[in-house]
T-cell receptor
Framework: ETGVTQSPTHLIKTRGQQVTLRCSSQ?????VSWYQQALGQGPQFIFQ???????GRGNFPPRFSGLQFPNYSSELNVNALELDDSALYLC????????????FGPGTRLTVL | SQQGEEDPQALSIQEGENATMNCSYK?????LQWYRQNSGRGLVHLIL?????REKHSGRLRVTLDTSKKSSSLLITASRAADTASYFC???????????FGQGTRLTINP
């Protein structure tokens, strides 16, 4: 148990819809990162938030956006869903903003039909 | 894109044997981390080795890092059925607040 929770566990959407995934970090962890993991691949970095501001972004289009809240929770929003967005979405938190192990949640499995 | 490559992609051994997985990466790093993932669920942190370290141990795990060759290895000794999982290396570069993962090694321990 890492103390990081994600909801929902599974989600099915259709192409063109919008989705919001949620993550609750450990208390005191003010950095949260989001990753996308396609089947059979390693996770790919989407973006990171530190103290409620975006602090780095990977090669993902603007329709992937996020929010971080003062209560250590965060959201990943994806607009105009595409079939290739089907993946496991992982959030991870750390107590600082550099060079620490990351504590991962169990993930949300998103299927886009 | 993935930073590193892991070798082998899949490994199947008998319980009690040792398992060795290798990871290569491309750019300078601040640290390298190994994670385990069971059945497509969340990743569990195993060990972090910094760029100025060459070897690190944690229980049955031994990790080496060779920054001149841009490579790392993870050794699991006396393997158990519960070690069956996918193992990923991830690098963290200086000034970059993100982990870059390899594609992973699927390890199967046969009883």
């Amino acid at each position: 148990e890492t103390g990081v929770t994600q909801s929902p566990t599974h989600l099915i959407k259709t192409r063109g819809q919008q989705v919001t995934l949620r993550c609750s970090s450990q208390s005191g962890h003010n950095t949260v990162s989001w990753y996308q993991q396609a089947l059979g691949q390693g996770p790919q970095f989407i973006f990171q938030y530190y103290r409620e501001e975006e602090n780095g972004r990977g090669n993902f289009p603007p329709r992937f956006s996020g929010l971080q809240f003062p209560n250590y929770s965060s959201e990943l929003n994806v607009n105009a869903l595409e079939l290739d967005d089907s993946a496991l979405y992982l959030c991870a938190s750390t107590p600082g903003h550099i060079y620490n192990e990351q504590f991962f949640g169990p993930g949300t499995r998103l299927t886009v039909l | 894109s993935q930073q590193g490559e892991e070798d082998p992609q899949a490994l199947s051994i008998q319980e009690g044997e040792n398992a060795t997985m290798n990871c290569s990466y491309k750019t300078s790093i601040n640290n390298l981390q190994w994670y385990r993932q069971n059945s497509g669920r969340g990743l569990v942190h195993l060990i972090l080795i910094r760029s100025n370290e060459r070897e690190k141990h944690s229980g049955r795990l031994r990790v080496t890092l060779d920054t001149s060759k841009k490579s790392s290895s993870l050794l699991i000794t006396a393997s158990r059925a519960a070690d069956t999982a996918s193992y990923f290396c991830a690098t963290e570069a200086s000034g970059a607040q993100k982990l870059v993962f390899g594609q992973g090694t699927r390890l199967t321990i046969n009883p």
